[in-house]
């Protein structure tokens, strides 16, 4: 079921935008669309909760759109069991992660795909920043450290947030940079190519693997830091 599931993964990555067609064998057939369907569509099922082996020869029409939550399910969990559910870290009780978005760069500002590439904020974006802090401190709120990507535009970000609790950055964590969007980095590109970048332009990263490195890198924060805010 893993395997089958990300394999139909890598050909989808592999011709973004395609239509594909692929020879394979029954029991995996049914192995899939079982996984693929269960929740979405279990009246394509039998009462027995399976997808029909289907007969030699015959086609059967995968229904890509479900592939993302059928992975979710049953791979990530169990391949990657350190991004599973897991019991929480002694002394994390009263701590809290506050996640803050970088304020505006000039890419974003005009809708250029930014991604990996090291974009400074711009005067709005570091205002943006300012104010940020400015409202956290009014609200009445606490800090013990300030990390960031180690990306510029969210680096400064975090520098000017922690000024008010008289915090500097004083780690950075690769695994938190921003999607790498390979060919599309710096484009102006249409809403519909966008929303799944990885279908149109090659060297883009797949949801999961960003999935993957960020549930990694922010459990790895609260386990070195356990009940910190």
């Not at 920043?129 to 180690?150: C, F, I, N, W």
Request: charged share 20%; aromatic share 6%; net charge negative.
């Amino acid at each position: 079921m893993a395997r089958a599931l990300t394999a139909f993964n890598r050909v989808r990555a592999a011709h973004p935008g395609k239509n594909i067609v692929v020879a394979t064998h029954g029991m995996l057939i049914a192995v899939t669309m079982t996984v693929l369907l269960e929740h979405e569509h279990p009246e394509a099922l039998t009462v027995d909760g399976i997808y029909p082996i289907p007969p030699n020869a015959s086609i059967t029409q995968l229904p890509t759109a479900l592939l993302d939550a059928a992975i979710d399910r049953h791979v990530v969990t169990h391949s990657e069991g350190d991004v599973g559910p897991e019991p929480l870290p002694e002394g994390l009780a009263g701590g809290t992660l506050t996640l803050i978005r970088h304020g505006q760069t000039d890419w974003n500002k005009n809708r250029l795909m930014q991604g990996v590439s090291d974009i400074p904020l711009n005067e709005t974006g570091r205002q943006q920043a300012h104010e940020t802090g400015a409202k956290l401190q009014q609200m009445g709120l606490s800090y013990d450290r300030v990390l960031s990507s180690p990306l510029s535009r969210a680096h400064e970000t975090a520098q000017r947030v922690g000024e008010f609790f008289g915090l500097t950055v004083s780690q950075t964590y690769p695994e938190l940079v921003e999607r790498a969007y390979g060919a599309a980095e710096g484009k102006n590109i249409p809403d519909y190519e966008s929303d799944a970048p990885d279908r149109f332009y090659p060297g883009v990263e797949t949801e999961r693997d960003l999935y993957v490195r960020a549930v990694r890198a922010l459990r790895e924060v609260v386990r070195q830091y356990p009940g910190s805010g």
